[in-house]
């Protein structure tokens, strides 16, 4: 029996939990997915946008703005590579310009601070490879760029180290409320997961399910709404080129959203995307031919000198789009006990920290709820031993007199060493998929993608986890890796 | 403080080429030398290419790869030579300093000079762009080949592979051999950039269709892969025509569509990068733009035979060897570029060191397209030739060579030269005398055009010999891979056409009356992880490798094995026995 569940262990159900997890409350998050971080919240820009964009007076500019506010706190306090990395809004063309004035007064009104228009020279001296047809940007200096699904997981490991249960392989199929106020989840899945047995019950329930979050409200709910699928895609490009970059770079935002952008990483790699599109499925994540060649067309507009020899991958997310246009955060209007955050598209990775923290203020009170005593601090992050200098290399050092496996390194591209791998496991939440290996330590990430270390990795996973090699998948139940078995 | 030694010369890679290269060092009386490998085992990419096809030139006996590594790492243990395994070089500053990580802890090494000897990496999915899912059940050939053959791990059930080139045609008869069905192999060019030997030894002879002309345009499957869409592609332009797409069904797809000379660290030490091989731009003595360090092997350039990797590095150790022993301080270089002109993809050395024209310069270069009875040629900046050579037939898939010896170089200064292929009105020229029956097809003076390959989009499978009727078959003997008919006539003889030299005619023969080859295959070891890697002897008739397979995978093997032990002695009463190729304790 619990206080609270939240469904869904995106960023925003994920921030929910840690937020909740100060107050003296048993909480479970339940999700479908074999690791957090499986829905949008892998998948999107990663931009920690100023704010400028939404509508004056939406939630979705509300949140924004104060999300905006806490988000580098929040990332440094979790260990979460940030970078305050500015974004640069182009008029790449005289008849564009009047738009970034337009998007200036906006942001004005919005309440974000640090913008200003800049001229052509001020561009390139940034940016130099920009389209040198540029003729002005409209500047943002509080903008940044955060990695999403480093962020959820360190929120869910950080809720979890504060006793927050996890329950994941877990998926919501039904939701009822008796007339005690107690709600009563059924859920299908892993037969292993502790869910089995005994029906989860809980005394209020969070809607954080992303795209299924009508779903999810439907059980339960009559004020409906829906939400659609909208498709992103990306090209993810070499450090060697991203390095070469440093502002986020927006075209002039059109009806149909933010338009395709170039942008770093908090990585270093460069992303390019993404697109916009409206699909039936909302499991289908595919990427596609003719969205492929429409970003590498649209984003030449922002930099004509793309090399073409860099990309390393192309992957795409889904917006969960909701038709009444805004966020829906807060106390269900019909159902006592029932809470929601949903159709948080684009800003909600900017906005999740408000999000949480408004959620979790509402939640507490209406349960009476106190503050715990001891709120233990976020764990260390898994030591990477990345850099090259004195400093770096003397820590190496010391971690690898302490286990030599730091001085394995498996993943060339990424020098992640054995001992990351480990930790990616034993941690709480630890990887049980390859994927989630590499959201956790970037081994498989680099520019070769797995090819050397992919055997390496399955060969520690199977033996940190005591199971057959041949057991282990990509990302959970049927994405299983060696179909064929031994030999 | 990181502790910090002196070395003078320090060797990255321990595969064939850091191998070689140690060799060498030695054999000129370098004593400080050390070979720093990553892997816990010496060897490089050959532990795990358990098939025939290495050292033919080299040794002049064909071996399996751990084979060929095997006698290079005894003789480094003979000459003790230092090793550092479980290491990884992580920095290399312009001045040499290394920086190692290994279990023992984190250290710097000083070094006189250097040989970058990392091999190269495989181009993965992304790079392609090929849409579709994320599933699970995608690699690149070679971890497929380390999972089956280092792992014992079999990826799928059915498979597709994208790519020809050797590594994926060798991976098709591997993956077939073990029992996993191999539906296609998929290939953008109309040619196939393998070995002519590999398509028929692999593909030919186990019926695998090779689609040329086509790619793959779509994965399919949520969680693991259930098909791919492939389709046919222009010759010209490569763009898929995707009103003719064909769905396949498999479990499996495994990428095989190029290497990368793997470069980061050479870059961490400003080494400067050639674009058109991504391997370090080097002299004719294979020294970088960075003083005292060199290159060889694959991350030089992407070799297609492990013994030339082995001559690359045995002239970079004596080149290092000399740097030294400040030999090089004698005569200052002199630096000319050497540029792709046309018909040339890359090249190297990509420099002439003009103090150093004694020495014989050879260069290596890829053709960019298929050229058949074509010249390539060598001129300085005012357009004169200082060498040319007459070629039957020139495929990107092949490295090709160009040796300029002292008297070709021309007594005025050179300030920069250019390597192309031309079709000219061959006269007699003294490096390459014309072959009988050469100079026809399309050599078309003038005009440089690719040649279109005779292949067609799906290749069919040479029927086997029945006395009565014509068989046609491709000569594997060389790259022109003559389409051949071998028939018998009236009195029983065999009679072979369409062969351009006599080479081909004793192939045919051997071919039609009882063809052979060396099985490679995997034994299953209880209790062990690491498979046990055989081979035949001797080569055994082509018809019988089925019923054979049986039998060697059925072996019970008692560790430990060392190379070369017999494992089954006398085959199904063939006289020949399997044998070990790597030691397995
Ligand atoms: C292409 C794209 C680009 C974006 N770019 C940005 C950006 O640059 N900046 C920014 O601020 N925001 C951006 N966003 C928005 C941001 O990514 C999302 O708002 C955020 O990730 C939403 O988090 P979430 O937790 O609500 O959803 P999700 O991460 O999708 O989490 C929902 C979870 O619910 C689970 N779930 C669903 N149904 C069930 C069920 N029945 N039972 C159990 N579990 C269930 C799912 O498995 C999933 O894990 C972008 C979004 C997209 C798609
Ligand atoms: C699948 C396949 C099939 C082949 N088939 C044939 C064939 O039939 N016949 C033939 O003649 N040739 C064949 N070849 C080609 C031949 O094997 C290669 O050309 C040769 O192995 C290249 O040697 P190398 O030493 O340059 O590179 P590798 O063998 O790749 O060795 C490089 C070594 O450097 C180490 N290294 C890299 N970076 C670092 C670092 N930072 N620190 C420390 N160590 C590092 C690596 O671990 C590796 O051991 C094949 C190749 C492949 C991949
Ligand atoms: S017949 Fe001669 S020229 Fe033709 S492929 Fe065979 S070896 Fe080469």
């Known amino acids: 029996m619990y206080d609270v569940i939240i469904i869904g262990a995106g960023v925003i159900g994920?921030?929910?939990?840690?937020?909740?997890?100060?107050?003296?409350?048993?909480?479970?998050?339940?999700?479908?997915?074999?690791?957090?971080?499986?829905?949008?919240?892998?998948a999107n820009s990663g931009i920690v946008h100023a704010g400028f964009d939404a509508l004056p007076g939406s939630r979705k500019a509300y949140f924004n703005v104060h999300g905006h506010a806490r988000m580098q706190s929040w990332a440094s306090e979790l260990h979460v590579p940030y970078k305050n990395n500015t974004s640069l809004v182009l008029a790449l063309n005289e008849a564009e310009k009047p738009g970034l004035s337009e998007l200036l007064a906006r942001g004005l009104q919005n309440g974000v601070t640090g913008l200003r228009l800049i001229d052509r020279d001020d561009v390139l001296r940034r940016e130099p490879l920009v389209n040198p047809a540029v003729q002005g940007a409209l500047l943002a200096e509080t903008a940044g760029i955060v990695s999403p699904y480093h962020l959820t997981i360190a929120l869910a490991e950080h809720a979890a180290v504060n006793g927050v249960d996890f329950y994941l392989n877990c998926a919501v199929t039904g939701l009822d409320r008796a007339d005690t106020g107690l709600f009563t989840l059924t859920t299908e899945g892993n037969p292993t997961s502790n869910a089995f047995g005994t029906p989860l019950q809980t005394r209020a329930i969070v809607n954080a399910a992303g795209i299924y979050a009508d779903q999810i409200n439907d059980y339960i709910s009559l004020d409906t709404f829906k939400i659609s699928a909208r498709r992103g895609e990306y090209w993810m490009m070499d450090k060697q080129i991203g390095a070469r970059f440093s502002a986020t770079l927006f075209q002039l935002p059109t009806e149909k959203?933010?338009?395709?952008?170039?942008?770093?990483?908090?990585?270093?790699?460069?992303?390019?995307?993404?697109?916009?599109?409206?699909?039936?499925?909302?499991?289908?994540?595919?990427?596609?031919?003719?969205?492929?060649?429409?970003?590498?067309?649209?984003?030449?507009?922002?930099?004509?000198?793309?090399?073409?020899?860099?990309?390393?991958?192309?992957?795409?997310?889904?917006?969960?789009?909701?038709?009444?246009?805004?966020?829906?955060?807060?106390?269900?209007?019909?159902?006592?006990?029932?809470?929601?955050?949903?159709?948080?598209?684009?800003?909600?990775?900017?906005?999740?920290?408000?999000?949480?923290?408004?959620?979790?203020?509402?939640?507490?009170?209406?349960?009476?709820?106190?503050?715990?005593?001891?709120?233990?601090?976020?764990?260390?992050?898994?030591?990477?031993?990345?850099?090259?200098?004195?400093?770096?290399?003397?820590?190496?050092?010391e971690h690898i007199a302490e286990d030599p496996a730091y001085g394995r390194i498996v993943c060339r591209c990424e020098h992640v060493s054995e001992a990351a791998i480990r930790q990616a496991i034993r941690r709480p939440l630890g990887a049980r998929s390859l994927d989630a290996i590499k959201r956790r330590t970037r081994a498989n990430m680099g520019r070769c993608q797995g090819g050397f270390c992919t055997p390496r990795i399955l060969e520690i996973m199977a033996e940190e986890l005591s199971v057959d090699v041949t057991t282990l998948t990509k990302f959970g139940s049927q994405s299983d890796l060696l179909t064929g078995g031994r030999l | 403080m990181i502790p910090r030694r002196l070395c003078d010369l320090v060797i990255i890679g321990g595969g064939p080429a850091g191998l070689a290269a140690a060799l060498e060092a030695r054999r000129q009386g370098l004593q400080d030398i050390l070979i720093i490998e990553r892997d816990q085992q010496l060897g490089g990419i050959l532990n795990q290419c358990i098939h025939n096809g290495f050292g033919l030139h080299y040794f002049q006996e064909e071996l399996t790869g751990p084979e060929y590594a095997n006698r290079f790492v005894?003789?480094?243990?003979?000459?003790?030579?230092?090793?550092?395994?479980?290491?990884?070089?992580?920095?290399?500053?312009?001045?040499?300093?290394?920086?190692?990580?290994?279990?023992?802890?984190?250290?710097?090494?000083?070094?006189?000079?250097?040989?970058?000897?990392?091999?190269?990496?495989?181009?993965?999915?992304?790079?392609?762009g090929i849409p579709g899912t994320r599933c699970a059940g995608i690699y690149t050939a070679g971890t497929a080949q380390r999972l089956l053959n280092l792992g014992g791990l079999l990826p799928g059930r059915s498979a597709v592979i994208l790519g020809s080139g050797d590594i994926g045609l060798i991976m098709a008869r591997r993956l077939k051999l073990e029992g996993i069905n191999v539906k296609a192999v998929v290939e953008l060019m109309p040619f196939s950039s393998g070995l002519t030997r590999n398509v028929v030894q692999c593909l030919q002879d186990f019926n695998i269709p090779l689609k040329l002309s086509h790619t793959v345009v779509e994965i399919h499957g949520t969680k693991r892969l259930e098909a791919v869409s492939i389709a046919p592609v222009s010759p010209l332009t490569l763009t898929p025509d995707l009103t003719r797409v064909q769905k396949i069904a498999c479990d499996t797809l495994l990428l095989s569509v190029g290497l990368i000379p793997e470069n980061e660290l050479s870059q961490i030490a400003e080494v400067v990068i050639d674009p058109a091989t991504r391997g370090p731009l080097v002299d004719q003595l294979l020294h970088t733009s960075q003083p005292g360090i060199f290159a060889c092997g694959n991350v030089l350039q992407v070799h297609d035979l492990v013994d030339d990797v082995s001559f690359e590095a045995e002239l970079a150790a004596r080149a290092a060897t000399a740097y030294i022993a400040r030999q090089y301080a004698v005569n200052k270089p002199i630096l000319r570029n050497i540029t792709c002109g046309e018909g040339i993809r890359s090249l190297t050395p990509q420099r002439l060191d003009q103090s150093r024209l004694a020495m014989p310069l050879t260069l290596n270069f890829r053709p960019s397209a298929v050229y058949r009875g074509a010249t390539v040629c060598l001129k300085d900046q005012h357009g004169n030739v200082i060498v040319s050579s007459h070629r039957k037939i020139l495929t990107p898939g092949e490295l090709a060579r160009l040796t300029v010896t002292a008297d070709h170089w021309p007594p005025t200064e050179i300030t920069s030269l250019m390597l192309s292929i031309e079709y000219v009105q061959v006269t007699k020229t003294a490096n390459a005398p014309l072959a009988k029956g050469q100079d026809q097809g399309e050599a078309q003076p003038g005009a440089l055009k690719p040649a279109n390959s005779q292949l067609t989009t799906t290749q069919h499978v040479a029927t086997s010999a029945?006395?009565?009727?014509?068989?046609?078959?491709?000569?594997?003997?060389?790259?022109?891979?003559?389409?051949?008919?071998?028939?018998?006539?009236?009195?029983?003889?065999?009679?072979?056409?369409?062969?351009?030299?006599?080479?081909?005619?004793?192939?045919?023969?051997?071919?039609?009356?009882?063809?052979?080859?060396?099985?490679?295959?995997?034994?299953?070891?209880?209790?062990?992880?690491?498979?046990?890697?055989?081979?035949?002897?001797?080569?055994?008739p082509k018809d019988q490798i089925n019923s054979f397979l049986a039998s060697i995978h059925a072996a019970q093997i008692t560790l430990p094995v060392e190379i070369g032990q017999v494992i089954l002695a006398d085959l199904g009463g063939t006289g020949i026995d399997v044998i070990a190729t790597r030691n397995l304790s």
């Open chain 2, 466 to 540: 029945t006395p009565s009727q014509a068989t046609q078959m491709t000569c594997i003997a060389c790259p022109v891979g003559c389409q051949m008919t071998v028939e018998l006539d009236a009195q029983g003889q065999v009679v072979v056409t369409g062969n351009q030299c006599k080479r081909g005619e004793i192939y045919a023969q051997s071919e039609f009356s009882k063809p052979v080859r060396t099985l490679t295959t995997l034994i299953a070891v209880a209790g062990r992880q690491t498979p046990l890697c055989v081979r035949t002897a001797e080569p055994i």
């Open chain 1, 257 to 397: 959203g933010k338009g395709v952008l170039v942008t770093p990483t908090v990585e270093d790699t460069l992303i390019i995307g993404p697109t916009n599109e409206a699909i039936a499925d909302k499991t289908d994540t595919r990427t596609t031919r003719e969205k492929l060649d429409e970003i590498r067309r649209v984003a030449a507009r922002t930099c004509p000198s793309l090399p073409q020899d860099l990309y390393i991958t192309a992957f795409s997310g889904l917006r969960a789009h909701c038709d009444r246009g805004d966020f829906i955060v807060g106390r269900a209007t019909d159902v006592a006990g029932y809470y929601l955050a949903a159709g948080i598209e684009s800003p909600g990775l900017t906005a999740a920290p408000a999000i949480a923290l408004e959620l979790a203020e509402q939640i507490a009170t209406d349960l009476a709820a106190h503050h715990r005593n001891l709120f233990l601090a976020p764990l260390a992050p898994i030591f990477l031993g990345h850099g090259n200098d004195e400093v770096n290399l003397v820590a190496l050092a």
């Open chain 1, 14 to 42: 994920c921030a929910i939990a840690r937020e909740l997890a100060r107050f003296d409350l048993k909480i479970a998050v339940v999700d479908r997915a074999d690791d957090v971080s499986e829905g949008a919240s892998k």
């Open chain 2, 74 to 128: 005894l003789a480094v243990e003979k000459e003790a030579i230092p090793v550092l395994l479980n290491t990884h070089v992580t920095a290399i500053s312009p001045e040499r300093v290394l920086t190692l990580v290994h279990p023992a802890g984190v250290e710097q090494i000083v070094a006189q000079a250097i040989i970058l000897a990392m091999g190269c990496r495989e181009r993965p999915r992304g790079a392609l």
